[in-house]
């Protein structure tokens, strides 16, 4: 199984965090506290690797060239998630979040490289996954938009900010979230 391929598999499997308080598992805040939880073991993990000499052959496997020396990507999507959780009630959080585990994957998959912009065929697909998470929670048409447009812009764009790659896995459910609520609170329902 390709390196990709297994990142993506990785990277869905967040979606178990999420579906733990819709499948009433957890509550609302008994999820925003397994994921305070994870974000401080990946960020232990990550001062460990890059500042003792963590190294463990998965990390060569699941991390790409530009997370070698970087906080790698495994660790932003946690911080982004937890983020997400504890700003944002449900109903934003949650879509905001499964635009991350089920559309970033998928766009993965198709993706064109690294680093730069995707190709608009890509961005398209995400777009439309994007879309149909949050149109499946029910959120208003120009929120739904705002959300998919953040979480593909996000997807679609990594900036390089003095050697530092801003990863999609914390930008796109912050993104999405932040768009989704502007939508919510300042555009008609309707368009």
Known sequence: MSGEIKRRLVHVSGTGFPALYLLGLVTWQELRLLLVL????????EII????????????ELTREYEQDNIAGYALYFFGMTVTAWVFQPQI?????????????ISGLLGSGELGI??????LVTFAVCLAIASIFGLPVPAAILGAIAATLADGVKPVIAGYVIDDNLTIPIGAGVAIFVGL???PTMI
């Open 185 to 187: 609170q300042y555009l």
């Open 38 to 45: 994870g974000s401080f073991v990946a960020l232990v993990l």
């Open 118 to 123: 995707k190709a608009v065929h890509t961005l």
């Open 93 to 105: 959080a949650i879509p905001a979040m499964l635009m991350l585990t089920i559309a970033d994957p």
């Open 49 to 60: 690797r890059l500042f003792v000499g963590l190294d463990w052959r998965i990390y060569d």
